[in-house]
């Protein structure tokens, strides 16, 4: 499995996150929905219960999690920042894709 990178300046923005919502860690899942089939769904998590997906960390103290079905999919993606105007948005570079919808966050493979 392909290591997925995250840029700096995503690392930073995640651990933000995490820290609003009160939680320690991230989930990023690849769930069913959207108008392509799947979409990018985060989640703040205390833990998670690997099942032989990876673990990427963040911080000393914050882990994001992909599930074995998202790690797949995203192998070789890149998560980075996304800047328009004064909006920020986290962007997932993934080779995978076939589609993806304008809004980036519904995808189909």
Known sequence: MTQIEVTPTANKHIVDMISRANKNN???EIVTGGCN???????????????????IRL????????????????????IAIETTGLNKKLNIINPNVSYSCGCGESVTF
């Open 37 to 55: 089939g799947f979409e990018y769904k985060w989640t703040p998590v205390d833990n998670f219960e690997n099942d032989g997906g990876i673990e």
């Open 26 to 28: 991230l989930l990023l």
């Open 59 to 78: 911080s000393e103290n914050n882990v994001l999690y992909l599930n074995k079905f998202t790690a797949d999919k995203m192998a070789g993606s890149i």
